[in-house]
C-alpha cells in the first residue's frame, strides 16, 4: 500500500469541514425506530406521528437547511434516498440550484442493502442512482448507506456502479482508498454526531460539541477533518437548525477552513497519489 507522511491542505488552510445533509424517507406505512415521543405504541400499530414527523424533512426541513447553508456561504453534499428524490423533485431541483452535490443513500430507509444478495446489491445501486440522475441532472458518484447496512458484498457493488466515493467508513478520520475484486474506491469517514444525538436533549450539545472538536483538532492537527451531518427531518427543526448555524458561523470565522465538498476532497486525496494517510506517522510529530 502506498502511504505519505503528512497531509496538508490547500492554500494553507488547518481544517478541512465536510458538512453532509440527510434528506430521507420511510415506505408507506414505515417510520424511523426514533421518535421524540418516549412512549412506544402497541406492537404492530401504525405509528402515523412517527410517520408525520418523518415527513418534515422534505416538506419543510430542508428548505430551512438551504437557506442556513446559503446564509452563511457554505456548500453541502446532500445525501438523498432515491424515494425522497420521486417525492420531492422540486427539492431536489433547489439543492442543485444552490451549488450543492447531491450524493445516493439508498432506496428508503427501511430498505436495507445487507438482506440483499451480491446481484440485487448492484441492481439496488443503479437503480437508486438512475432515480438520482433523474431528478437532479447529473449521476451522482457518491454513496453512503442508509443505516450503515453494507456488509462484504457492498463496495464491490459500489465499484461496479461507478461509485468514486462512499462516505461509510467508521474506523478512520481521513480518507483513504478502499479495494474490491472490481476495483478501488474511497472511503471517507462519516460523522460521529449526526443532529439526532441531542433528538430529547439540549440542541446547544450540538454546538458545544462541535466547537470542542473544532478547537481541538485546529489547535493540535495541521490537517484536521470534521464531518458535520444534519438530518433534514430533524435538524431542518429552528430548534436545531439554529444550532447547526451557530457551528456553521462559528467555523466561518476563522480564515484558515477549507469548506470542500465531498468529491472536491475526494479528489484532493486522488491527487496525493497515496493509499492512505496512516495515522502512525499523521501523528507521530
Known amino acids: 500500500m502506498t502511504t505519505a507522511a503528512v497531509p496538508s491542505w490547500p492554500n494553507g488552510k488547518r481544517i478541512a469541514v465536510l458538512v453532509g445533509v440527510l434528506l430521507e424517507s420511510w415506505s408507506d406505512g414505515r417510520s424511523p425506530t426514533y421518535f421524540t415521543r418516549t412512549t412506544p405504541l402497541k406492537a404492530g400499530t401504525v405509528d402515523r406521528a412517527a410517520i408525520q414527523w418523518s415527513e418534515f424533512g422534505g416538506r419543510e426541513g430542508i428548505w430551512r437547511v438551504l437557506q442556513v447553508l446559503r446564509a452563511a ?5 446532500v445525501f438523498c434516498n432515491a424515494l425522497s428524490a420521486e417525492r420531492y423533485p422540486d427539492a431536489v431541483k433547489a439543492i442543485v440550484a444552490g451549488g450543492h452535490d447531491i450524493a445516493a443513500h439508498g432506496y428508503s430507509q427501511d430498505h436495507y442493502l445487507l438482506d440483499q444478495p451480491p446481484e440485487q446489491q448492484l441492481a439496488t445501486v443503479r437503480k437508486c442512482l438512475d432515480i ?32 468514486r466515493w462512499h462516505a461509510d ?32 436533549a439540549s440542541p ?67 491527487d496525493q497519489g497515496v493509499d492512505e494517510f496512516p495515522a502512525a506517522r499523521r501523528f507521530s510529530n
Open 73 to 77: 456561504r457554505v456548500p453541502a453534499t
Open 204 to 270: 446547544d450539545d450540538f454546538y458545544d460539541v462541535y466547537k470542542g472538536m473544532f478547537d481541538f483538532q485546529h489547535e493540535h492537527e495541521p490537517a484536521g477533518l470534521i464531518h458535520i451531518a444534519v438530518h433534514s427531518h430533524f435538524g431542518g427543526r429552528p430548534l436545531m437548525s439554529a444550532a447547526f448555524q451557530r457551528v456553521l458561523d462559528y467555523f466561518r470565522g476563522h480564515p484558515d477552513v477549507w469548506f470542500p465538498r465531498h468529491r472536491e476532497l475526494v479528489r484532493w486525496f486522488l
Open 132 to 163: 438520482l440522475e433523474r431528478q437532479s441532472g447529473r449521476r451522482p458518484d457518491g454513496w453512503v448507506s442508509s443505516v450503515y447496512s453494507w456488509n462484504e458484498h457492498t463496495v464491490d457493488a459500489l465499484i461496479q456502479a461507478g461509485i
Open 169 to 200: 467508513a467508521l474506523d478512520t478520520t481521513f480518507p483513504r482508498r478502499d479495494k474490491a475484486a472490481s476495483g478501488t474506491i474511497v472511503a471517507l469517514p462519516w460523522c460521529d454526531f449526526v443532529d439526532n444525538r441531542v433528538l430529547r
